[in-house]
């Protein structure tokens, strides 16, 4: 038996099967909460929303016991540490950590005032597995979730791929095939906004205008905003604008951009804002109202994108 695999057989006998808890929430179940989640998930049902008897998203279920920023549980909680197993892996060298599943299963919807608690049991380290990020084990943690009574509301399999990260990528592409080109991720297109982007490959600058009060109106959308008509045309730009606002972003540098990669929002002369990429001026010589100019530019294949330049001061 490989020292590896010695190592990973004591790792076995120590965590396999010791269930670990409790670890109590730091508040009972809330509209609130709720009401906050839902928000930050744009969860909508009125199930969890509106109804006398709202009840919380199952999917809820790990926030609860969630540990504090700094890494503390709940008061009353056992001060036994669930993820002391990855730990050690990472002391043997299995520094990589992947969540690879996670599956929840639901006994019981929670509702207002239900005060949650967990135990946590890792199930299982398997052998060890040559993967493509390097060599390592996975680990199965399997958490409970009861309430006050302690009656299971539901559990949750977890699996965490932890490894040895191969050398750098960066020697092993010198010595390969040299990098990929990385493009820009080109923008949906779709039945509202085809036509935008369809001009721009014609080298035109499209706005939408209302066919009913000719309010012009960008970016491209099914409905006018003043009288809700649906049908439209387009009008064709001069390019020419006024700088509104800009920033330029310097960190992370990511590809294919140039940097400092200045963004302007620029008030074109048709009265309708734009936010496009602005070339040939140092962010510190960039004032707000300049006069800019478009030139439609195909930045890769098939996608085309007005580049802005300023004209005058
Ligand atoms: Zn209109």
Redesign the pocket.
Known sequence: MSESHKELDLLRQKFVGQRVGPYYAWNKVSRTQVWQWCAAMGETNPNYLQKSDAVAPPTMLQSWTFRDVHGNYAPDSTDKNTYEVLGELDSLGYVGSVAVSYDQSYHRYLKEGDHVHSFSTIKDISDLKSTGLGEGCFVTEFAEYFDHDDQLCGDATITYLKYKPQQSSKTNRSETAPLKKVGRISPVENHDSKHFWQGLRDGKLLIQE??????KRHPPQPM??????LEWQTIESNCFGTIYSYTAIHYPEIPPFDYPNVIVLVDLDEGVRIAAQLEGTQPEKIEIGDRVQAHIKEVQDGLALPIFKVTAK
């Open positions: 209302c066919s009913e009060c000719q309010t006018c905003e003043t009288c809700q008509s």
